[in-house]
């Protein structure tokens, strides 16, 4: 079982930046493909940001693509979502997880994983 908790959210003004962090329960971190989704009031889940495993290769949804930077530290077993130049459009429930099943839909489907975590608020105010 793996357990995910996410930190980091806020409120925040358009155009400003939020950090946010995913601290994972067990000692092997890179073995698990790694992403950052959120859900906005009415919308579906969507897929932002994710890191492979080994060489840490990245995918970003186009909506954030040079605004947000994804990264991991396994020694600490965190995952980082770096969000710069926010945006009101950007304000939703962010939540990291980890797909370990091996059923592969893409890196940024929501079916690729199984894991979750309990989701951190953002809110971009304008």
């Known amino acids: 079982q793996v357990h995910l908790v996410e930190s980091g959210g806020g409120s925040v003004q358009a155009g400003g930046s939020l950090r946010l962090s995913c601290e994972r329960s067990?000692?092997?971190?890179?073995?698990?493909?790694m992403g950052w989704f959120r859900q906005a009031p009415g919308k579906e889940r969507e897929g932002v940001a994710s890191i492979s495993t080994g060489p840490g290769t990245t995918y970003y949804d186009a909506s954030v693509e040079g605004r947000f930077t994804i990264s991991r530290d396994n020694a600490k077993r965190t995952l980082y979502l770096q969000m710069n130049s926010l945006k009101p459009e950007d304000s939703a429930i962010y939540y990291c997880a980890a797909a370990s099943s091996g059923s592969w839909f893409g890196p940024l489907s929501v079916k690729t994983y199984n894991y979750w975590g309990q989701g951190t608020q953002v809110t971009v105010s304008s």
């Open positions: 067990e000692y092997t971190h890179s073995s698990y493909h």
